[in-house]
């Protein structure tokens, strides 16, 4: 069934819920009939056109959602598998107590605010999430149909809308919301959205950016949304990641089994003690005569060994040495291969 059949048959449904007066229903599904429009489009005029010019300003989902019915909007119910996520991801982790707790809600109850979605700019049989994207999954696990307000969205209202009911909501963490500003950068959209889709002014959204920009996408994976973990820390992180690529000690730790075991903000506390750890630099070495003398000190770090004598203890020695340097290395190759 495509999507302008299956639409004409929930709003025909719902329409006969309606009270006379109550019309979008009805307006939308002679839309459909007379096959004017190949794709759902919300009416943008009067109250409802307003009500969709100022969803910006709206805090909550719940609250954009009730503003829409209000206004005129009707709620539809849409299969699953017909909605696709946002084309910008907003988040790291996507289980947890929090995605249990609302299974166990929708399960015993049922969905009770619906989601938003736009009509898919390159499917047409298809829906595109605005938010909600917890309850699709939800609803999906459960074989449930979502309840959603369908409404014609450009790619920048989406991503306002989408960034602003993140931040009204305060569940997302300092680095997914970095990762956020990230993906709408790549995407081409230009400082006023960001800043208007994240809540932000023009010196925190910098901050964020360049915090982003200095971590490894694959570490911040590996991580995950570590929501303890504010602006300070992940600044911290980024510092010590920097100083003299200490990210090359990150490896083992990644792969290490504490590590995959530990929760994201243990996973994070991990990598900064690992970045916290100074090297205890190797006492030199000292080359001594019988009579206890020292003729020679043998140093060793970053890989290099370092040898220094000590020329008023044993005169020339050093020159002996280096002459003699090659015809030690063959001694040594000679040596290794027995």
Do not use: C
Request: glycine share 6%; net charge positive.
């Amino acid at each position: 069934m495509s999507r302008k059949d299956t639409l004409k048959a929930m709003l025909s449904r719902r329409e006969q819920e309606l009270p006379d007066d109550n019309s979008p229903a009805r307006d939308m599904t002679s839309i459909l009939e007379t096959g004017a429009e190949k794709k759902l489009h919300h009416i943008r005029s009067g109250a409802v056109g307003a009500m969709g010019r100022s969803l910006g300003n709206i805090a909550s989902a719940a609250d954009q959602a009730r503003a829409l019915i209000a206004a005129g909007a009707a709620v539809v119910e849409i299969p699953t598998d017909k909605i696709e996520a946002s084309f910008i991801s907003d988040r790291l982790d996507h289980d947890g107590e929090d995605l249990a707790r609302l299974t166990s809600a929708i399960r015993e109850s049922g969905q009770k605010s619906p989601i938003l979605v736009r009509p898919h700019p390159d499917n047409p049989e298809g829906y595109q999430i605005v938010f909600g994207h917890r309850r699709v999954r939800v609803l999906a696990a459960l074989g449930l149909p979502v309840k959603a307000v369908v409404q014609n969205l450009s790619d920048e209202e989406l991503v306002i809308i989408q960034g602003q009911e993140n931040s009204a909501r305060a569940d997302l963490s300092y680095i997914e919301r970095g990762l956020f500003a990230l993906a709408l950068e790549k995407h081409g959209f230009d400082r006023r959205v960001m800043m208007s889709s994240l809540g932000m002014e023009k010196t925190q959204l910098s901050k964020l950016l360049t915090v982003v920009h200095s971590l490894p996408p694959s570490l911040i994976q590996a991580i995950g949304a570590a929501p303890k973990a504010g602006r300070p820390r992940w600044a911290l992180l980024a510092e010590r990641l920097g100083e003299k690529k200490k990210g090359i000690l990150l490896d083992d730790l990644l792969s290490s089994r504490a590590f995959q075991e530990a929760d994201s903000n243990g996973r994070f506390a991990l990598v900064m003690r690992a970045l916290s750890v100074q090297k205890v630099a190797k006492k030199a070495e000292a080359l001594k005569r019988d009579d206890g003398v020292k003729i020679a000190t043998v140093e060793r770090s970053g890989g290099k060994v370092s040898m220094i004598f000590n020329e008023k203890a044993a005169p020339a020695f050093a020159d002996y040495i280096a002459a003699r340097l090659a015809e030690l290395h063959q001694s040594y190759l000679a040596e290794q291969a027995d």
